[in-house]
């Protein structure tokens, strides 16, 4: 955080950083907490592949990563998500399942910003025509099972996947399971 050099508050040379994430002015005695920002995503579904996005800025240019992006200030963090994603793909998101919260940093103009990532998933039926070129190169239809870990942009986001593709794999051993039922009681009836 060598960005920041003079106290905002009295101009002072003076200023330290804990590492982690207070600012303190040995000058005035101003204290800064650089604390950790909001951020959602989400796991866009389609038939049996998700959709993902491939960066077009940096952070992270040209890798993978979920629509989504920091929450605003007086907002919740589904509310974000929808608002972003229609910023970025043009459409309006339909029921949001929670998949689980995961930290994450962030490196945007010298800045370092420690992130809580929210990532949910959500079912969409047509894929999306209109994206924001500035933040999206393109678009990127996987099977969740085969998704590259080495180019996924952000651990967060690495790990939410990983959560995703767990679940996938207890419900079809859960179908499995109730498959196998359904046929050993058949005779039975
Ligand atoms: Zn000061």
Redesign the pocket.
């Known amino acids: 955080m060598e960005t920041f050099r003079y106290?905002p508050?009295?101009g002072?040379k003076e200023?330290t950083f804990d590492g982690m994430k207070k600012f303190h002015?040995r000058?005035?005695s101003?204290i800064y907490f650089h604390n950790t920002a909001a951020a959602a995503g989400v796991i866009l579904e389609y038939g049996e592949q998700i959709v993902l996005i491939r960066r077009n800025r940096e952070p992270a240019k040209g890798k993978l990563d979920l629509p989504g992006g920091f929450v605003d200030p007086d907002e919740s963090a589904e509310e974000a998500l929808r608002r972003e994603v229609r910023e970025e793909l043009s459409i309006d998101l339909g029921a949001l399942k929670y998949l689980g919260s995961y930290p994450n940093t962030y490196e945007y103009e010298g800045v370092t910003y420690k992130t809580c990532d929210l990532l949910f998933s959500s079912r969409i039926d047509t894929l999306p025509t209109v994206v924001d070129k500035t933040e999206i190169e393109e678009l990127v239809l996987l099977h969740p099972s085969i998704v590259p870990d080495e180019h996924i942009a952000f651990e967060s986001v690495r790990m939410g996947l990983r959560l995703f593709k767990k679940r996938m794999k207890l419900s079809c051993i859960f179908i499995l399971a109730l498959l196998g039922n359904l046929v050993y009681t058949l005779p039975s009836s």
Do not use: H
């Open positions: 106290c508050s009295c002072s200023i002015c000058t005035c101003f």
